[in-house]
C-alpha cells in the first residue's frame, strides 16, 4: 500500500457489516477502497484476470456475451475447497496490485489521514502485514445466516459461504481494532466513527513524529 495516509486493512467474514464501516470511514474523509468492485473489474471481458479465470473454469460459467456469470463461477467456488483456493490464487495478487495502484491514483488527487482497502481475506492470505493497521468487523454466525438469507440467498448456500471462511478468532487475534456488529446500524457506526477517530490519532502522532 502507497502514499503517506495510514494503511489500513478492514476485514470480515461474509455479512458481518464491512459495508456499513467502510461506508462510515469514507463518510469521515477516508480513502476507502473495496476488493469486490476490483475483482469485478478484474472478471470482466479484457480484465486482468479473465483469460485465466475462463480457462482454468472454462466456458460453462460465460453467459451468450462472454462474461462471467459470478453466481455460476460462486456455486463452484463454495462447493469444491481447490477450486476457491484456484480463484484465490488467480485473484487475489491481481487485486492488492490494482488497489496500489488505485489508492496512489486517489491520494495523488486530495490529502486523506486514512487509506482502506475492505476485502474478505486479508488474514487467510496473510496480506493484512501489507498494512499499518487491521480493523476487524465481527458478529456471529447465527447473525451472518440470518443477513445471508435475507438477502434471498438459499440458507445451505449461506452455510457453505460461511463453511468456506477462515475462523472469527483468526481475525480478531491479527486485529489492531475489532468492531463489533451484532447490534443496530446505529451502533455499529458509532463503534466506526470511534475507531476512524483512534486512527486519525495515530496518523497525526506519525506525522509529528
Do not use: N, W
Not at 461506508?23 to 484476470?49: S, Y
Amino acid at each position: 500500500m502507497t502514499g503517506k495516509a495510514l494503511r489500513v486493512g478492514l476485514t470480515g467474514g461474509i455479512a458481518s457489516g464491512k459495508t456499513t464501516v467502510a461506508r462510515t470511514f469514507r463518510r469521515l474523509g477516508a480513502v476507502v477502497l473495496d476488493a469486490d468492485v476490483i475483482a469485478h473489474d478484474l472478471l470482466e471481458p479484457g480484465g486482468a484476470a479473465y483469460g485465466a479465470v475462463v480457462a482454468r473454469f472454462g466456458t460453462g460459467i460465460l453467459d451468450g456475451e462472454r462474461r462471467i456469470v459470478r453466481p455460476s463461477l460462486a456455486t463452484i467456488v463454495f462447493s469444491d475447497p481447490q477450486a476457491r483456493a484456484d480463484l484465490e490464487a488467480l485473484l487475489h495478487p491481481r487485486i492488492l496490485e490494482q488497489a496500489e495502484r488505485r489508492l496512489a491514483f486517489e491520494l495523488a488527487r486530495r490529502t486523506a489521514p486514512v487509506a482502506v482497502l475492505e476485502a474478505s481475506l486479508l488474514v487467510e492470505t496473510g496480506s493484512y502485514r501489507r498494512f499499518d493497521r487491521l480493523v476487524v468487523a465481527a458478529c456471529s454466525r447465527e447473525a451472518q445466516m440470518q443477513r445471508l438469507t435475507a438477502r434471498g440467498l438459499p440458507s445451505d448456500q449461506a452455510f457453505a459461504r460461511l463453511e468456506a471462511q477462515g475462523p472469527l478468532e483468526a481475525k480478531k487475534a491479527a486485529a489492531d481494532y475489532v468492531i463489533d456488529t451484532e447490534g443496530t446500524l446505529e451502533q455499529t457506526r458509532l463503534q466506526s466513527e470511534r475507531v476512524y477517530t483512534a486512527l486519525v490519532a495515530e496518523h497525526a502522532d506519525r506525522a509529528a513524529g
